[in-house]
């Protein structure tokens, strides 16, 4: 099956700063690649869908990136209502898909 | 529009099987669209994708959860249900149900179920 590892952790930011978060598949899942926020108890959110394909409704200063095995989601001036959890998902292997182990970002 | 909700037992007890329902509102499961799909988050973690199912029946499970899952469609109700049987406090979670269309762009609300005696 394919593993879904996320950098950092973890990050602490400030409001307008730049944030990127990268994700890596254990193989290829050319652009099979989507975006979830999540804040403290509730649903997930889906952000980013294909890789790159903003959902309908998310600010435009959320951008994601990559193909293959490697990716990225960008905040480009972070507001205060992103400090959240950002989780990659595969949907390669789709109905079989796994998600990465998430990254929080939260207030320096 | 299209809404989720998650029923069922919020305590189960070790050994037996957790049983949850997530009834879909405002739009058809039969769908051929989409498949339908069950995640949990044990307290503080992540993401943990359970199994998903389509309205024909079909389904797929997580290989790790496989030998104690069961995944069912009622299309006469719009609803999809969860067992899970064998629980220890290691299933104790907030289950959430959501909507598959190659990402998950549509969820319940979650329901948490703890195991304890």
């Known amino acids: 099956d394919i593993q879904m590892t996320q950098s950092p952790s973890s990050l602490s930011a400030s409001v307008g700063d730049r944030v990127t978060i990268t994700c890596r598949a254990s193989?290829?899942?050319?652009?099979?690649l989507n975006w979830y926020q999540q804040k403290p108890g509730k649903a997930p959110k889906l952000l980013i869908y294909a890789a790159s394909s903003l959902q309908s409704g998310v600010p435009s200063r959320f951008s994601g990136s990559g193909s293959g095995t490697d990716f990225t989601l960008t905040i480009s001036s972070l507001q205060p209502e992103d400090f959240a959890t950002y989780y990659c998902q595969q949907s390669y292997s789709t109905p079989q898909i796994t998600f990465g182990p998430g990254t929080k970002v939260d207030i320096k | 529009q299209l809404q989720l909700q998650e029923s069922g037992p919020g305590l189960v007890k070790p050994s037996e099987t957790l049983s949850l329902t997530c009834t879909v509102s405002?739009?058809?499961?039969?769908?051929?669209?989409?498949?339908w799909g069950w995640i949990r988050q044990p307290p503080g973690k992540g993401l943990e994708w359970i199994g998903s199912?389509?309205?024909?029946?079909?389904?797929y499970y997580n290989p790790s959860l496989k030998s104690r899952v069961t995944i069912s469609v009622d299309t006469s109700k719009n609803q999809f249900s969860l067992k899970l049987s064998s629980v220890t406090a290691a299933d104790t979670a907030v289950y959430y149900c959501?909507?598959?269309?190659?990402?998950?762009?549509?969820w319940g609300r979650g329901t948490l179920v703890t195991v304890s005696s």
């Open positions: 193989q290829s899942i050319s652009s099979y």
């Open positions: 405002g739009g058809s499961i039969s769908s051929s669209s989409y498949y």
């Open positions: 199912i389509y309205y024909s029946g079909s389904t």
């Open positions: 959501a909507r598959d269309y190659s990402n998950y762009d549509l």
